[in-house]
C-alpha cells in the first residue's frame, strides 16, 4: 500500500494535507516495523517531511524518536529529507 501511495506522491498527484498524511504514515511504517524493518533514520526522514507539509504529529513524533538516535543518525536522516525535498 505504501508503495503505491508513495509512487502517487512522487508524481504530484496528490493534494497538500493527503501528502502530509501519506508522509506521515510512512514515518509510522518505519518507526513500527509495519510491512519492514524499524528503521529509525528512514521514519524520522518522513517525518520530517510530513512536519515540514503541515503535520503537527509528524513533529511530534521526530523529536520522541530523535531522542533515541545518535546524533550520525540524525544527520543522515536530515541530510535524506533534503535531498528528498530538493528532488521533489
Known sequence: MARFDLQN???GHIGGAAQADILFEMGIMYATGRDCAVDLVAAH???NI???K???RAAELRAEIM???SKGDIA???REA???MTSH
Do not use: H, P, Q, S
Open 9 to 11: 506522491l512522487e508524481n
Open 50 to 52: 510530513a512536519a515540514i
Open 67 to 69: 531522542a533515541t538516535m
Open 76 to 78: 543522515t536522516a536530515l
Open 54 to 56: 503541515g503535520c503537527d
Open 82 to 84: 533534503r535531498e528528498w
Open 45 to 47: 526522514k518522513w517525518f
